[in-house]
């Protein structure tokens, strides 16, 4: 089994900054890419930002120019420093793998954190 683990979230004022963390660990097989997504009360998962095992990163629209993905790959272990807070950021944030593990090396599969909750508020 693979286990995602994050941790980081908290309450912050707007133009505050954050920083996620998120560890993979278990059986782990592969991992094509981590990423961060996050959900807002009543709204959708969206993704906020993913990197590549080659470290190709992407962000949604909404959050360029203030977040940046990060990763160790040695240590299976996605970063997102998260700057210039606004309360429309607030959400649940969750840790994304697609890779896969021992008992299953393909095809690959999304595995998901518990989510960490960020609140940006005076």
């Known amino acids: 089994q693979v286990q995602l683990v994050e941790s980081g979230g908290g309450l912050v004022q707007p133009g505050g900054s954050l920083r996620l963390s998120c560890a993979a660990s278990g059986s782990i097989f592969s991992i094509n890419a981590m990423g961060w997504y996050r959900q807002a009360p009543g709204k959708q998962r969206v993704l906020v930002a993913t990197?590549?095992?080659?470290?190709?990163?992407n962000y949604a629209d909404s959050v360029k120019g203030r977040f940046t993905i990060s990763r160790d790959k040695a240590k299976n272990t996605v970063y997102l420093q998260m700057n210039s807070l606004k309360p429309e950021d607030a959400a649940v944030y969750y840790c994304?793998?697609?890779?896969?593990?021992?008992?299953?090396?393909?095809?690959?599969?999304?595995?998901w954190g518990q989510g960490t909750q960020v609140t940006v508020s005076s």
């Open positions: 994304n793998m697609y890779g896969s593990d021992w008992s299953r090396p393909t095809p690959l599969y999304d595995y």
């Open positions: 990197i590549t095992s080659g470290g190709t990163a």
